[in-house]
Nanobody, 126 residues
Framework: QVQLVESGGGLVQAGASLRLSCSAS????????VGWFRQVPGKEREFVAA????????DYPDSVEGRFTISRDDVKNTVYLDMYSLTPADTAVYYC???????????????????WGQGTQVTVSS
């Protein structure tokens, strides 16, 4: 069992930056691929970023490529999502999640993530 807690959300203006954190407890964090997803009311949860358990692979959708950066600190059991040049379209609840331990293959598939946090709200005003 892995418990995940997101933090760092808030209300910012367009063009601003935010850093989200995902802190884990319960198991050794470094064995898990960690993903960030976001969801707005009435829409499906969508992939935002992920970093493989090995730390050598990260993935982003086109919508955030070049603006968002995911990183991990396995000593602190924390994964970060640095978000730059935010726009109102980035407004959503952001969730972090982990996959099965030492999993290979794609890291952008929501269905492969088994433990989820409660989410943190990010609101970007125009």
């Amino acid at each position: 069992q892995v418990q995940l807690v997101e933090s760092g959300g808030g209300l910012v203006q367009a063009g601003a930056s935010l850093r989200l954190s995902c802190s884990a407890s319960g198991r050794t964090f470094k064995m898990y691929t960690v993903g960030w997803f976001r969801q707005v009311p009435g829409k499906e949860r969508e992939f935002v970023a992920a970093i493989r358990w090995s730390g050598d692979t990260a993935d982003y959708p086109d919508s955030v490529e070049g603006r968002f950066t995911i990183s991990r600190d396995d000593v602190k059991n924390t994964v970060y999502l640095d978000m730059y040049s935010l726009t109102p379209a980035d407004t959503a609840v952001y969730y972090c999640a982990v996959s099965a331990p030492y999993r290979f293959g794609r890291i952008d598939d929501l269905g492969d993530y088994i433990y989820w946090g409660q989410g943190t709200q990010v609101t970007v005003s125009s």
